[in-house]
């Protein structure tokens, strides 16, 4: 059984019906718009495009990308410079026909969708049961916890998040008004940055930080400071949004274990998101795809530990590390001066963005660019991070 129709859980529930397994898939608002920027990378629609016809879903091929830090004037970057194969390197879709196109490949593959809230949740030795809000109760022999930052299953069966461990995401849809091109503001306070990425007719603009150290109406006035700032988004009419998103520390995914007796957790709700980027889609269906494989093939969830502490977690902690230096304001105008000079560095952030260019090897990549005060920076910054 799966609880969660996203994105993590219907390519979970598709996985596992192409290979014969009986899967029960319950979700009562899937699917639905999110708040959220909807960048979908390359390398996650490679990951779907065996069951998703990707070339049919609504989107925006993004082309260029500009980066600005207050005082340096924006700089843009061309995504074709990205490595993209096959795939765009980066496009926009809302989130209703991407996650509507994955959970129909689900139930074509043979999953049953239950639009139904799950109530309550068990896991045992010998199985699972799912409650409904209805009174329904359903047994498996194994469950699957898709259910986002909030995660019910999560919240039963492990720990949940703590407030220290997740982002507030505020921002609003600009309906109206579209482009190619995202825009990336870094800002100092909170650190981080402001994005607009451009759907079909609308941007999707917004602000993440950690939710210890601020909320969602702080967020909201640096938002709306840039929008009036930049006249983007002028007479447009906008619809707010605000939500959780997992940022989990270096240590706490080291700590992480998402799964024990029959039960796993995949995508947001095991805190599969880049810290930098605040990207969980791919993160969310590889994991999705190591839950199905330890199910089918081994039956162990000791096996999907082992594959996502080797594979996932280790991306993640890097850039956890990274996180603070990156959004650091004595690198930011390094980064953006760079940029403005150097092809070699607009390069490297285009394959950054299109997120075929690892946190392993950024700093070594970087100094092969022959900007070494950009690179010392971060590795200066990164090692401070690390021993503070």
């Known amino acids: 059984m799966i609880v969660g129709g996203g994105p993590a859980g219907s390519w979970a529930a598709c996985r596992l019906a192409r290979r014969g397994a009986r899967v029960r898939l319950f979700d009562h608002s899937h699917p639905r718009e999110k708040p959220c920027g909807g960048g979908v990378t390359g390398r996650a629609l490679a990951l779907v495009s065996p069951e998703v016809d990707v070339g049919a879903l609504p989107s925006v091929r993004i082309e260029t990308a500009e980066f600005d830090e207050p005082g340096a004037g924006p700089v843009t970057v061309s995504l074709g410079d990205a490595d993209a194969g096959p795939e765009p390197p980066l496009v926009v879709v809302d989130r209703r026909s991407f996650d509507g196109a994955l959970l129909e490949a689900a139930c074509a593959a043979g999953a049953a969708h239950h639009p139904e809230r799950v ?15 209805s009174g329904a109760t359903y047994e498996a022999d194994w469950l699957i916890g898709a259910d986002g930052a909030n995660s019910l299953v999560r919240r ?13 995401a505020a921002g609003c849809f600009a309906h109206g008004v579209t482009s ?36 969602a109406a702080p967020l909201k006035a640096v938002v709306d400071g840039w929008l009036s700032a930049s006249g983007l988004v002028n007479g447009a009419r906008l619809t707010r949004y605000g939500w959780p998103i997992p940022s989990l520390g270096a240590a706490d995914l080291a700590r992480e274990r998402p799964a024990g007796a029959r039960w796993m957790l995949v995508g947001d709700a095991a805190g599969l998101v880049d810290p930098i980027t605040r990207e969980g889609i791919f993160f969310a269906l590889v994991s999705a795809g190591l839950a199905a494989d330890a199910v089918v093939e081994s039956r ?48 490297v952030m ?19 660019t022959f900007e070494v005060g950009l690179a010392w920076e971060l590795l200066m910054l990164e090692w401070g991070r690390r021993h503070a």
């Open 156 to 168: 039963s069966l492990a720990r949940p998040f703590t407030r220290g461990q997740l982002s507030i």
């Open 300 to 347: 162990s969830t000791d096996t999907y530990l082992r594959r996502a502490h080797a594979t996932v977690y280790p991306e993640l902690r890097r850039a956890a590390r990274l996180k603070r230096g990156f959004f650091h304001a004595d690198f930011t105008p390094l980064l953006v001066n760079a940029l403005r000079r150097s092809a070699p560095v607009r390069r």
């Open 119 to 133: 109530a309550h949740v068990e896991a045992g030795a010998s199985g699972v049961c799912v409650r409904t809000a």
């Open 350 to 368: 285009a394959d950054l963005v299109a997120g075929r260019q690892e946190y392993r090897t950024l700093k070594r990549r970087l100094l092969g």
């Open 180 to 215: 190619r091109e995202i825009k990336i503001r870094f800002v100092a306070d909170p650190p981080g940055y402001i994005w607009s990425f451009p759907r079909r007719d609308h941007l999707a603009i917004g602000i993440c930080a950690q939710g210890d150290a601020t909320s």
